[in-house]
């Protein structure tokens, strides 16, 4: 005990028997005097006595993974509760800098080695090779649907895109106001429950690049291996399993993908680019979606959205410690068989409509039989804790999202609870 | 005291005279424990008790005030310690929902009530009327500088600049891709000191719009009256200056501003557009610099910087709490006053090269007589406290970046080291 308390700042420690604590504390809007704090933010002193005769509140307990849910959100979704503390814990006085993260200038000596340590901490985790950039841009992976063709085609150029769900559509939608764009495989009339067989690609000779999605959040398909483009290079969309796995980056050209899944907030968009691409824009190319403006200028151009590379760079250093991606896939693939596995055994009342070897470990679509019922499931998750579960406005059904910050217990709860509810309903 | 403590969360009192507090913590990185329980998020405990013998650490008081600096930067740059001590406060789990504003999907109702609020709490403050669509988008005013002539020029259409500092100058240079701009007015040969006369500018008759930067971050230039353009509407990059005081926004089509310098962390773009001016984007728009798809989506056409959103939010809330926007400007006024009073009044000593009735109230820019003591005088601020001081590197010497959120004793104490330093070496 003593040594832990030597390790705390003089003003939380009790200095005698009547010392008053400054607690940073949570607002509870059920609470007219607390909200009052929340928004004046007068901090509230407690009176440490063996004297206490402080009235015990009604409010319920309040404390950490008490009144945390397990957040199956798609994006933004959960993230890992030590690096929310830790962010917590230095929001408003970053590392005796006197300031937040917030506040700092994105030039200042403080933010570059945030910035630089978030890049560091990225390439040891994915091994980016020397010859492949690394950037912080804003917009999500929206933008990079037009960003890409913008700077890798000149406007007659051809590309390829296998389409497996929503989101290769519409990439490759948006790319044909800047290129001219061929949809080589789509697994839109099986309703993208497949990845094709490479073999059977019929691509195009000159396409200047291939792009897929590297896994489908809506319909919940991944691919387990790439195809290699006949020629040009291979692009993919890594929003939804960016760092849930090891990923051999040499063999793409870029690799892109909105933060706010598996890595940080949303808000900040990563691309991973081979060097040798950047340089070549369209003339009409916004200056802010010209890959070489920020490559040149270490994604500091502009002001980057320091808050969110920040929390990305927490996010590193924690699947770091953790023990780099082999270990986060290896309890990834857990969680998933899990879930799965559940599903698969409940003799049908629970279906996932993609095709095994393409089922995401990241996202999850799964339908009840009695298709009914489905509000009910999700209403009574909701009152477990278990929330957000609804499927995607355009499939229906349910979505479990199980991305890497997903703690194994909640998945377990997830399927404690969809037996007993099939119990309660078979 | 009673009245206080029944507002607080169970498990925050004390329960009986053993009880453990269990306390969210600021990380020092002087001490390796403490550095440790960042790191791994370990809830340390601290037994409260009459009898306790803690030993006291030798690690000075690192509380609130005391510890943090007077940030003079020009953006990111200081926000209001209440907002930071409430973002702090809820980061974990924002008001009992169990997650914190990074991790909520931006279709859930938490969020949906979060950037609503925002909307309606501007609106309020700047009294925005009806047929003016507010919208929150990313990749700051250089995306707008692109943006704005997409989406309101045909490429051959004529708009016309005047050019007060860098940044209308880089709007300018940028909307030559997207339409004829001509500068009309420029203040470059003199060294960005002044504002033009409106009468004396000679527009162009069939102009799409007049574009203005409303304050010059770098120049310290600030219009303290607005043009009337002869044809076409006023678009008003007010990045620096938004929600320093009131505006009448039916004077203008379009004003936008990265949110970074007054209202919230950078990552977030503020625009106020008249709304027949949305729909008529060039064919080659991406999607996302469509305003039209980002009003018929209410900023949610894709994920939006949704933390940071939520930070502006709460700026604006505090705002309004201040009294809102009038309140604001005369504590402004009195702050930029002492900083001009502070200059003028040094016998030459400290110089603002901006002509009086063009000061902004925002950035004060000053120089030296000795110029060679300016590296001097940044260091030994510094070492008072009063932070990023220097220049832009575009124009050298120093400049006082104070925003809204800059309390008045930052002023104060800013111009009595001034004076002291100037004692010292004039």
């Known amino acids: 005990m003593a040594s832990k308390l030597t390790s705390l700042p003089n003003s939380l420690l009790p200095k005698n028997p009547n010392s008053h604590l400054l607690l940073p504390l949570k607002p509870n809007s059920s609470t007219a005097t607390f909200a009052n704090f929340a928004t004046h933010n007068k901090p509230i002193s407690i009176r440490c006595t063996a004297a206490s005769t402080a009235p015990v509140s009604p409010i319920p307990a309040t404390e950490d993974s008490e009144d945390r849910v397990f957040n199956f959100a798609a994006g933004p979704a959960i993230l890992p509760a030590n690096v929310l503390k830790k962010a917590q814990a230095e929001l408003y006085n970053w590392r005796g800098s006197g300031m937040s993260v917030m506040e700092m200038s994105h030039r200042g000596k403080e933010f570059l080695s945030i910035i ?37 085609c000149k406007p007659d150029d051809p590309v390829d895109f296998v389409v497996t769900g929503s989101w290769g559509d519409k990439a490759f939608k948006e790319s044909q106001k800047f290129c001219k764009p061929k949809v080589i495989w789509s697994g839109k009339s099986e309703k993208y429950t497949k990845i094709p067989s490479f073999d059977a690609l019929e691509q195009s000779p000159d396409a200047k690049y291939l792009h897929i999605c590297a896994n489908e959040t809506i319909h919940g398909v991944e691919f387990k291996d790439y195809p290699t483009p006949k020629n040009g290079i291979l692009v993919a969309d890594m929003s939804s399993n960016f760092c ?37 824009a369209q003339e009409t190319t916004p200056v802010m979606l010209d890959y070489k403006i920020h490559a040149e200028n270490n994604s500091l151009y502009n002001t980057p959205p320091c808050f969110g590379i920040y929390m990305c760079g927490l996010v590193f250093e924690d699947l770091l410690a953790q023990g780099g991606l082999t270990e986060i896939e290896r309890k990834n693939k857990k969680k998933a068989e899990l879930l799965y596995s559940a599903i698969d055994k409940s003799n049908g009342f629970y279906r996932c409509p993609v095709e095994k070897s393409a089922r995401s470990l990241m996202n999850v679509p799964f339908t009840l039989e009695k298709s009914d019922l489905e509000a009910e499931f999700i209403k009574e998750a909701a009152k477990e804790k278990l929330v957000q579960l609804k499927g995607h406005r355009s499939v229906g059904g349910m979505r479990a999202s199980i991305y890497n910050a997903m703690p194994l217990a909640g998945v377990e709860k997830l399927v404690a609870f969809m037996k007993n509810f099939q119990a309660r309903h078979a």
Chains 1, 2 share one sequence.
Do not use: W
């Open 244 to 280: 849930s796995k090891p990923v051999d980056v040499s063999k793409f050209g870029l690799i892109y993908a909105g933060a706010q899944k598996n890595v940080g907030p949303s808000g900040v968009t990563i691309v991973i680019i081979k060097k040798d691409l950047i340089g070549n």
């Open 116 to 152: 630089q340590k978030a890049e560091a901490d990225l390439r040891a985790l994915l091994n980016i090779p020397e010859d492949y950039a690394v950037l912080f841009l804003q917009g999500g992976a929206t933008t990079q649907f037009a960003m890409i063709p913008l700077n890798l």
